[in-house]
């Protein structure tokens, strides 16, 4: 009789270890290849394009989901300068749950990397999309298609190994083509 309590207690100990050991950025999403989900949201305070399913059809395009208040969005901020600058890709932002002037003092201070930015500012656009938290980017086909999700901020070595990648076989491809991505 005192072997169940010592098996049960071993049992939640494998489940536990083999939790702890998966990187918590991989979370299956059920959106990856499926049409991005239908919104539409007005421009960030300050600024003259909203968002909205319609302008993710048409050309590869990144979505950036990003709030002033997210110390990890500062974070990879840089990276999508650096990225506009080269017009390697567009990049939407989909801004979550943030105080209007904030969202517009971030931009203006830090640069605005966006092409639109919408403001989603009661998040209902954003659970939509499955967002687990800020920050997380999607890779979306021409189609409008979602083809990749990283949950967490992009460092170098993502946008390297995963995003660049895929947005130049993309450009190249049809959304067949394309093998479903998720990191």
Sequence with gaps: MFLVPVAAFAGLAVVFGT????DPSIVPSPLIGKPV????LPPVQG???????ADLKGAVSLVNVFASWCVACRAEHPLWMRLKQEGIVPIHGLN???????AERWLDNLGDPYTRTGADLDGR??????VYGVPETYVIHRQGRIAFKQIGPVN???LDEAILPLIARLHGS????APPREK
Excluded: N
């Design 125 to 130: 656009v954003a659970i939509d999309w499955g």
């Design 96 to 102: 979550y749950k943030d105080k209007p002037d904030d």
């Design 37 to 40: 989900p239908t919104f539409g």
């Design 19 to 22: 939790g702890l050991s998966r």
């Design 156 to 158: 170098q070595q993502i």
């Design 174 to 177: 049809r959304v067949s083509d």
């Design 47 to 53: 600024r003259k394009l909203g968002l909205s399913s």
